[in-house]
Structures are given as C-alpha cells and as structure tokens.
C-alpha cells in the first residue's frame, strides 16, 4: 500500500502495527512517557535539515561540512526546530 494511504484526512499518520516505523509527532513522542517513571533529558533534532540539503552537503569539502556540523550542534535541541526533523533523538533516564 502507498504510504499516502496511511495519512488521516488531517495528515496524521495512521500506522496499523506491522509497518517498520511510525511517523509521530513530537506531542505524542512527549506523550509516550506520560506515567512512567522516567526523566526527559534531551528531545534533539537527529538530522535537522539535512534531508532538505543532502546533496549540498555530500559536496561540502571537510571544512565546510565541520562548520555544517557545528551549526547543526547549535541548532538541534531548538524544540522549535525538531518537528522539521526526520528523526529524533529522545533521551530518558530511569527516575
């Protein structure tokens, strides 16, 4: 089945069970832990833009691609910005 018919009228991800990933949105990534005994420490942008610029970046030489990176590091825990991201990074510790 395409992945087009997975999206709800309000494009919110459908996922059945047996599909290999979810799509989620950061409110139900936060929402996963509601109850349990664990402690938030980070939510962060694995991938930031990245998806948008993959071909600028596998051309960047190594300086330009460290100071892309150092940009990334400074960006990627903006909460505003990890809904844009394709994958996050959610670190918990046990309370």
Known sequence: ????YLLSDDFHWT????D??????TDEIRALTN????????????DG?????DET??????ALFAEYFR???????????IGASNH????LRKA
């Open 57 to 62: 970046i596998d051309a960047m030489n190594d």
């Open 71 to 81: 940009y990334h590091l400074s960006v990627c825990e903006r909460q505003d910005l």
């Open 35 to 46: 109850g349990e005994n664990v402690e938030r420490i980070k939510l962060i942008a694995s």
């Open 15 to 18: 996922a059945n069970g047996n």
């Open 88 to 91: 996050v990074l959610d670190i």
């Open 20 to 25: 290999a990933f979810a799509l989620m949105r």
């Open 1 to 4: 089945m395409p992945w087009i």
């Open 49 to 53: 833009a990245a998806r948008y610029m």
